[in-house]
């Protein structure tokens, strides 16, 4: 019923600001105890947990990121944003939009996933 669908440049400068929009359908970005993560996965290592958009209209933050990184949403649309600035080439990976409720242990819908490179 859920469905996520990640978008942005699959490419980005080194040093520049990453940006990337999740569009949710078949439930509300605020529905009551919902929460709506961005993840990373890099080639080769494991999954990154960014930040999330939580129901209410509060936002957290991975802290070995957080210094660089927002995320916004737009309620009309029914959509999420994350902003990671000053990326580098370590910042190239398989980014996700990822929905549960806050007291799941685990991610119950997933977006596809887009590749962003980030060139030297």
């Known amino acids: 019923q859920v469905q996520l669908q990640e978008s942005g440049p699959g490419l980005v400068k080194s040093s520049q600001t990453l940006s990337l929009t999740c569009t949710v359908s078949?439930?509300?970005?605020?529905?009551?105890?919902?929460?709506w993560s961005w993840i990373r996965q890099p080639p080769g290592k494991a999954p990154e947990w960014i930040g999330a958009?939580?129901?209410?209209?509060?936002?957290y933050y991975n802290p070995s990121l957080q210094s660089r990184t927002s995320i916004s949403r737009d309620t009309s649309k029914n959509q999420f944003s994350l902003q990671l600035s000053a990326v580098t080439p370590e910042g190239t990976a398989n980014y996700f939009c990822?929905?549960?409720?806050?007291?799941?242990?685990?991610?119950?819908?997933w977006g596809r996933g887009t590749q962003v490179t980030v060139s030297s």
């Open positions: 990822a929905a549960r409720m806050v007291e799941s242990p685990k991610y119950n819908f």
């Open positions: 078949g439930d509300s970005i605020t529905t009551t105890n919902s929460y």
């Open positions: 958009s939580h129901y209410a209209g509060n936002y």
